[in-house]
């Protein structure tokens, strides 16, 4: 039985949601004057996800599904500064057959996280934010504004970006996304609807750029001033691309202009790399409540912390995280028939031998012949409520290459002055509880406040836990020296050293501190995840 969706719009992962006939973002939902203000609502941005949506964006927004491991650490410099290792995945052969599966089909991007100062973002407390030290851990009424850094990478196949993930046929590339929230929980304001129909994200602002080789971005990537045909366009020859199967150094550190993230191939020798200063177009949105005024402030991006730890979040979000990697999920379905001038699904959802009349949370959709590559016809949507897609399907990495993409192989972070340093604790965490409060329609009816109804694998539309859940395994084999590597997927046959416990890793459910919006510094708690914090790191790199 599928359940139609309940005021929910989609938002889904990498850069997604344009109508498959224009390949043009999504026409703006009532109360909001360009798509451009609903880049985070209405589907083509990936979007950190907030942990109270309602006051951010109405009843118009969806839940990400984001299962992340966190690290811990009380080395200077390791909120700031730090090297990853990782390994493309493969995908199996383009040709569509029964059971194949790809990396698009996963996930619309995988990224490492960290938490950076936005002095005109929530919660509107000051003006200033003092960038990498841990004096920024203070009650939440008296928190610097606070935005979240995603360097993410884009698998290939399916439909070009900026009206879905892919950018390329055959190859990946990756992007430098800070998300801000315009809003003052304290006071109970949002940035003016005029100023957010203006920019991208709207009351999520972001910014944007592809890494490239100059390391100058192809288009400017502040929210006021971003075009999706420029910006947002990956077919320039300046764009970083890389190949499935490379290896590639990662490596972010603060400088005096901003953070800086750096790609090296390790199989071509390519370097890509971007800073997000003033200088290179990155900049904030003023914050103002009311009124018409929309006014970008020029801005270097730094770092918000010197360590990691449970006191360097980011007080908006739903997750706990500061350093991070994270696996976007839930935001591909099939489709049997899309209607083109709407962008939804207009046959059956899901994939071969498990259809059903599509639903509500069916849109995004693309047709076959859009495709870069793989001819298949979907659906970007987010499969909240449904949890019926095929991130939710048994088509995750299990040894068969053949009909399933291999792994991304990531190591632990390294961090210290010379990136030696390993980093102590390493914590798993899903925010399906985010994802299942009854709101968004669905079999889910989790209570937030209690814990009670929440699962870690959610119902589907058909009132049954999903088929499938992933989740993380590490490896004592890598391509450089037989260090560990983590992954997420099935298990591996070969590869996996210890999957701690499959799906029951993520551990119990997470109470968190949030202001409550307009309660004048009030907080109250709340449950958006699971955690599990392993007391060590099991995978030093």
């Given at each position: 039985m599928a359940m139609a969706r309940v005021t929910v719009a989609v938002a889904t992962g990498g850069v997604l949601g344009a109508t498959a006939a224009s390949a043009q973002p999504a026409a703006p939902a009532a109360g909001h004057t360009t798509a451009k203000s609903q880049a985070c609502i209405t589907g083509y941005l990936l979007c950190t996800e907030?942990?109270?949506?309602?006051?951010?964006?109405?009843?118009?927004?969806?839940?990400?599904?984001?299962?992340?491991?966190?690290?811990?650490?009380?080395?200077?410099?390791?909120?700031?500064?730090?090297?990853?290792?990782?390994?493309?995945?493969?995908?199996?052969?383009?040709?569509?057959?029964s059971g194949r599966s790809w990396s698009f089909?996963?996930?619309?991007?995988?990224?490492?996280?960290?938490?950076?100062?936005?002095?005109?973002?929530?919660?509107?407390?000051?003006?200033?934010?003092?960038?990498?030290?841990?004096?920024?851990?203070?009650?939440?009424?008296?928190?610097?504004?606070?935005?979240?850094?995603?360097?993410?990478?884009?698998?290939?196949?399916?439909?070009?970006?900026?009206?879905?993930?892919?950018?390329?046929?055959?190859?990946?590339?990756?992007?430098?996304?800070?998300?801000?929230?315009?809003?003052?929980?304290?006071?109970?304001?949002?940035?003016?609807?005029?100023?957010?129909?203006?920019?991208?994200g709207g009351t999520e602002y972001v910014n944007f750029a592809f890494l490239t080789r100059s390391g100058t971005p192809i288009g400017p990537p502040n929210p006021l001033q971003f075009d999706p045909a420029t910006s947002g366009n990956p077919t320039r020859p300046d764009v970083l691309f890389m190949r499935p199967g490379d290896h590639i150094s990662v490596s972010m550190h603060d400088t005096r202009h901003g953070l800086q993230t750096v790609l090296f191939d390790r199989n071509t020798h390519q370097v890509g790399s971007m800073t997000a200063s003033a200088a290179n177009g990155f900049g904030q949105i003023q914050y103002a409540p009311t009124g018409t005024s929309c006014t970008e402030i020029p801005y270097d991006f730094h770092p918000m912390y010197s360590t990691s730890g449970p006191g360097t979040r980011v007080p908006w979000t739903a997750h706990s995280y500061n350093i991070a990697f994270d696996?976007?999920?839930?935001?591909?379905?099939?489709?049997?028939?899309?209607?083109?001038?709407t962008g939804n699904c207009a046959g059956l959802e899901g994939a071969p031998g498990d259809q059903e009349p599509a639903d509500g949370d069916d849109n995004a959709c693309f047709p076959a012949a859009d495709s870069l590559l793989v001819q298949v016809s979907g659906c970007n949507g987010t499969n909240v409520p449904g949890w019926d897609g095929t991130s939710y399907?048994?088509?995750?990495?299990?040894?068969?290459?053949?009909?399933?993409?291999?792994?991304?192989?990531?190591?632990?972070?390294?961090?210290?002055?010379?990136?030696?340093?390993?980093?102590?604790?390493?914590?798993?965490?899903?925010?399906?509880?985010?994802?299942?409060?009854?709101?968004?329609?669905?079999?889910?009816?989790?209570?937030?406040?209690?814990?009670?109804?929440?699962?870690?694998?959610?119902?589907?539309?058909?009132?049954?836990?999903?088929?499938?859940?992933?989740?993380?395994?590490?490896?004592?084999?890598?391509p450089f020296g037989g260090s560990c590597r983590w992954f997420i997927g099935n298990d591996v046959p070969g590869l996996t050293a210890n999957d701690f416990g499959g799906v029951t890793q993520y551990g119990t459910l997470f109470p968190q501190t949030f202001l409550v919006f307009g309660g004048a510094g009030a907080t109250h708690t709340v449950i958006d995840d699971y955690q599990n914090n392993l007391g060590r790191n099991p995978c030093p790199a």
């Open positions: 907030v942990q109270d949506y309602y006051h951010a964006f109405g009843d118009t927004y969806v839940g990400h599904d984001e299962p992340s491991v966190l690290y811990y650490s009380n080395v200077p410099g390791s909120g700031n500064r730090n090297t990853w290792q990782v390994t493309l995945p493969k995908d199996p052969p383009p040709a569509v057959k089909e996963l996930t619309p991007a995988f990224w490492f996280g960290m938490a950076m100062c936005d002095s005109q973002s929530y919660p509107e407390v000051t003006s200033t934010c003092n960038p990498d030290t841990d004096a920024n851990i203070t009650p939440l009424a008296q928190h610097a504004g606070t935005a979240f850094m995603e360097l993410q990478f884009y698998p290939p196949g399916w439909v070009k970006q900026f009206a879905s993930s892919s950018c390329d046929a055959r190859d990946w590339c990756a992007a430098l996304n800070i998300d801000s929230l315009s809003q003052d929980p304290i006071n109970g304001t949002n940035l003016n609807s005029t100023c957010q129909g203006e920019i991208l696996e976007e999920i839930g935001h591909f379905d099939y489709c049997s028939n899309v209607d083109t001038t399907l048994p088509l995750w990495p299990d040894g068969n290459t053949k009909l399933h993409p291999t792994p991304a192989l990531f190591s632990s972070p390294l961090t210290g002055p010379f990136f030696n340093r390993n980093y102590s604790t390493a914590l798993f965490e899903s925010d399906t509880p985010r994802n299942e409060d009854p709101s968004f329609g669905g079999f889910n009816n989790c209570n937030r406040s209690t814990g009670a109804g929440c699962t870690i694998v959610p119902n589907t539309d058909d009132n049954a836990p999903a088929t499938f859940y992933p989740f993380y395994s590490i490896t004592r084999s890598s």
